[in-house]
């Protein structure tokens, strides 16, 4: 897949077929400032999932591209930052483990030779 975030190609897409902010956000019925949310795949500023994805396939009914297509990229685009995410937990279980187990032995080592 292209690096290409989903907003940038809603957004490059929505501009190729001359459609201003304005009547998008007319015929979607979606906020100009949503609107910009999406373009710039900002997607902490919808309450759910089910708003991202209805706003999404109605983006992609207003401008004349495939919902489904659409769908389907933000799915990749979302996935492979949840890939990312849990990669990141991991690697954080780990580490706070190693260190929970240093304080642990150092505790150990203070005890044994302390008394």
């Avoid at 490059?12 to 201003?20: H, M, N, T, V, Y």
């Avoid at 949310?37 to 004349?64: K, M, Q």
């Avoid at 580490?95 to 150990?108: N, R």
């Amino acid at each position: 897949m292209s690096s290409e975030k989903i907003g940038e190609y809603l957004k490059r897409e929505r501009e190729l077929r001359g459609i201003s902010l304005d009547e998008l956000s007319s015929c979607t019925k979606i906020s100009k400032r949503l609107l910009l949310s999406i373009e710039g795949s900002a997607w902490d500023e919808f309450p759910s999932e089910v708003f991202i994805r209805g706003f999404l396939r109605n983006y992609a009914d207003c401008i004349g591209i495939s919902p489904d297509d659409v769908l389907l990229r933000y799915e990749e685009e979302t996935k492979e930052t949840s890939d990312e995410t849990s990669h990141n937990k991991a690697t954080d279980k780990r580490l706070l483990f190693a260190i929970l187990a240093l304080i642990i032995i150092t505790i150990t080592i203070f005890l044994v030779n302390f008394h």
